[in-house]
């Protein structure tokens, strides 16, 4: 099987998103229509690149890469297929992120880097920052996005760990940019107003809590 540029790039965004469906494909770009999109995943799947995962629960099939692909992606992408998991919670969570992802590049303008290309490390503060997203618009802005199955102290500590982001000087170090913003999308106004709450005093940083629907992103079913 021949591999295009195109199928190498898909396979990026694939390992990168954690998993796509079909429709997710078409908004992200990648193809303009149906039957280009099923052409392209069939061969994929063949190849043993892809790899479909149905369930009772969803009306499309989800797509994942495997580690089969791990010589098209490049090292360090490759690393993130080894051991990735498929849990329904999991790929709700994936799939929901990539909908806010979809909604939120059209309206800011600004490109997407993933969860995987921030992970950073606070080490003399002993913090961790890990977003689900970031949108390099004018400000750039951080992306959470919460299912409700986080515990109030385990989010109050995320949001500490942006707040020593913000005040130690290390943004522009560990990031390229000295300012940010944190906006959160989460699944009702009730859940909104709980996280707000949790927001640091003298943060360092705007904090921007709103439910999925206000900004328009699809909530993934669940189906765990």
């Avoid at 992802?101 to 600004?110: A, D, N």
Wanted: proline share 4%; charged share 20%.
């Amino acid at each position: 099987m021949r591999i295009t540029k195109r199928d190498v790039t898909v396979l990026k965004d694939l390992a990168l998103s954690h998993a796509l469906t079909r429709d997710q494909f078409m908004k992200l770009g990648h193809f303009s229509s149906i039957t280009r999109t099923n052409t392209c995943l069939r061969r994929l799947v063949s190849a043993k690149l892809v790899a479909r995962l149905q369930t009772p629960f969803w009306g499309q099939s989800i797509y994942t890469v495997t580690k089969c692909a791990t010589d098209l992606v490049g090292p360090r992408i490759a690393s993130l297929i080894k051991g990735r998991s498929v849990s329904p919670r999991f790929l709700q969570h994936a799939l929901t992120v990539t909908e806010a992802r979809i909604v939120l590049c059209e309206q800011l303008g600004g490109p997407w880097r993933f969860e995987p290309q921030l992970w950073r490390k606070l080490d003399r503060l002993q913090h961790e920052i890990r977003p689900d997203g970031l949108v390099l618009s004018t400000v750039p802005v951080f992306v959470e996005i919460d299912l409700g199955h986080v515990a109030p102290t385990k989010f109050r500590e995320k949001l500490l760990g942006y707040q020593a982001l913000a005040t130690s000087g290390d943004c522009e170090a560990l990031y390229g940019f000295p300012t940010f913003r944190l906006l959160t999308l989460t699944t009702g106004t009730l859940r909104a107003h709980r996280l707000s709450r949790l927001t640091p005093l003298d943060a360092g940083y705007e904090h921007c809590v709103q439910t999925l629907a206000s900004l328009g992103v699809t909530l993934t079913n669940d189906w765990s």
